[in-house]
């Protein structure tokens, strides 16, 4: 069976910091992958998602970037957090595109202070 | 421009009760729909769906509906159970292309016994 996994599970950085966050999915093969933040009010925000490697579409201007070095690795990174950029990080799959379910990893906190 | 809608974000209901959360979208282009339900500290977990050329699908006490003309879905719960209290994110798709899921702020349902 397909699993998804994202570590670390909590972070605490300081203003100006970097970041990364890494996602792995297991059991399949070429997923689309996506980074989602959910920050108070807003929702579940699409940030980045892949179709292949080394493809990534960014959804919304930020200081973050993604990576995806392997099929199944997906990497949020920051040269230097903000503030603003605290929040919870969900990184997704699917398989199939759209009409297919998007599974999501268990999430990331971020707390920037 | 928000295009899937969570106009409520919070409704508190009795145990026992019926549950209904609310969805609009405004792209027609939008052809399958879905529900997540999510903990705090937690991924979202898929719920149900609905495809386009239905109006109706049912999952045990789970049942979404959908109006097309009105571009609107609500999902219904009944009997609410104080386990379903959670926050549930609408999600819309495109039966096209690769763009991602778009999903609606959510909204926190408790249940109260």
């Known amino acids: 069976s397909q699993t998804i996994h994202q570590w670390p599970a909590t972070l605490v950085q300081p203003v100006g910091s970097p970041l990364s966050l890494e996602c792995t999915v297991e059991g399949t093969s070429n997923p689309n992958l996506y980074w989602y933040r959910q920050a108070a009010g807003r929702g579940l925000q699409l940030l980045f998602y892949?179709?292949?490697?080394?493809?990534i579409s960014s959804e919304v201007p930020q200081n973050l970037s993604a990576s995806r070095p392997q099929d199944r690795q997906f990497i949020l990174s920051s040269k230097k957090l903000l503030l603003s950029d605290s929040g919870f990080y969900l990184c997704?799959?699917?398989?199939?595109?759209?009409?297919?379910?998007?599974?999501f990893g268990e999430g990331s906190w971020l707390t920037v202070v | 421009d928000q295009q899937v809608k969570q106009n409520s974000p919070s409704l508190s209901v009795q145990e026992g009760r019926i549950s209904i959360l609310n969805c609009d979208y405004t792209n027609s282009m939008f052809d399958y729909f879905l529900w997540y339900k999510k903990y705090p500290a937690e991924g979202p977990t898929f719920l149900i769906s609905i495809s386009s050329i239905k109006d109706k699908n049912e999952d045990g006490r789970f049942t979404v509906f959908l109006n097309k003309s009105a571009k609107h879905l609500s999902l219904h719960i009944v009997p609410s159970q104080p386990g379903d209290s959670a926050v549930y994110f609408c999600a819309a798709d495109r039966n096209s292309g690769n763009t991602p899921l778009v999903f609606g702020k959510g909204t926190r349902l408790s249940v109260i016994a």
């Open positions: 997704a799959w699917r398989v199939g595109g759209p009409g297919n379910t998007i599974y």
């Open positions: 892949s179709v292949g490697i080394g493809q």
